[in-house]
Nanobody, 123 residues
Framework: QVELVESGGGSVQAGGSLRLSCTAS????????KGWFRQAPGKEREMVAT????????FYLGSVKGRFDISQDNAKNALYLQMNDLKSEDTAIYYC????????????????WGQGTRVTVSS
């Protein structure tokens, strides 16, 4: 079992930046893919950004391309999401997730989840 813990959420004005962090409870957790998902009130959870743990490829939701950047520090067992030029529509709870086999966009396939961190963007 792998525990994921997110941090870094908060409230920011439109145009501002936040950096989310996710730390896994153990090294060599076997995850092939780690990523960030979000869920806004009344909406389904959606993929924001994912990355193969080997660093081969990254994937982004179209609306965040060029504004968000996913990165990882395997030595620290950490995953990050740098969010720039935030918009009110980015307001959501952001979750870190890990998947053992691949990097799908469907959140239902992910094996491990953090508890979420809230991001609020005011216009």
């Amino acid at each position: 079992q792998v525990e994921l813990v997110e941090s870094g959420g908060g409230s920011v004005q439109a145009g501002g930046s936040l950096r989310l962090s996710c730390t896994a409870s153990k090294n060599n957790d076997g995850a092939t893919c780690k990523g960030w998902f979000r869920q806004a009130p009344g909406k389904e959870r959606e993929m924001v950004a994912t990355a193969y743990t080997g660093g081969r490829s990254t994937f982004y939701l179209g609306s965040v391309k060029g504004r968000f950047d996913i990165s990882q520090d395997n030595a620290k067992n950490a995953l990050y999401l740098q969010m720039n030029d935030l918009k009110s529509e980015d307001t959501a709870i952001y979750y870190c997730a890990a998947e053992l086999l691949a990097c799908p966009s469907d959140p239902d396939t992910y094996d491990y989840w953090g508890q979420g961190t809230r991001v609020t963007v005011s216009s």
